[in-house]
């Protein structure tokens, strides 16, 4: 039963990703593909979580953890340089 639900939550990031893909491509601006970048991050992260699950092994955790890191600062570094704030 276990198995389902992981491969159930594999199936519906697997579809967001494609989403945040679409998005990223289309824009229709700038931001729009920034915040499509960082959705795109949490699916990869959540899916990797998932499959971490699903193969019973840890290994995968500490990349998890620097992949959302440094999604998150490659959003928030962007999205300032898009305001004109990062430099003042």
Same mark, same amino acid.
């Given at each position: 039963?276990?198995?389902?639900?992981?491969?159930?939550?594999?199936?519906?990031?697997?579809?967001?990703?494609?989403?945040?893909?679409?998005?990223?491509?289309?824009?229709?601006?700038?931001?729009?593909?920034?915040?499509?970048?960082?959705?795109?991050?949490?699916?990869? =992260?959540? *899916?990797? &979580?998932?499959?971490?699950?699903? #193969?019973?092994? $840890? +290994?995968? !955790?500490?990349?998890? /953890? =620097?992949? *959302?890191? &440094?999604?998150?600062?490659?959003? #928030?570094?962007? $999205? +300032?340089? !898009?305001?004109?704030? /990062?430099?003042?």
């Amino acid at each position: 039963m276990e198995t389902v639900v992981i491969l159930s939550g594999l199936a519906v990031l697997a579809v967001g990703v494609l989403f945040c893909v679409l998005r990223a491509a289309r824009g229709p601006t700038l931001f729009d593909r920034v915040l499509a970048f960082d959705a795109l991050v949490l699916n990869v =992260v959540g *899916a990797v &979580l998932l499959l971490s699950i699903l #193969l019973e092994s $840890a +290994a995968f !955790l500490d990349v998890v /953890l =620097v992949v *959302a890191l &440094l999604g998150f600062l490659g959003t #928030l570094s962007f $999205a +300032a340089y !898009l305001e004109g704030t /990062l430099g003042d």
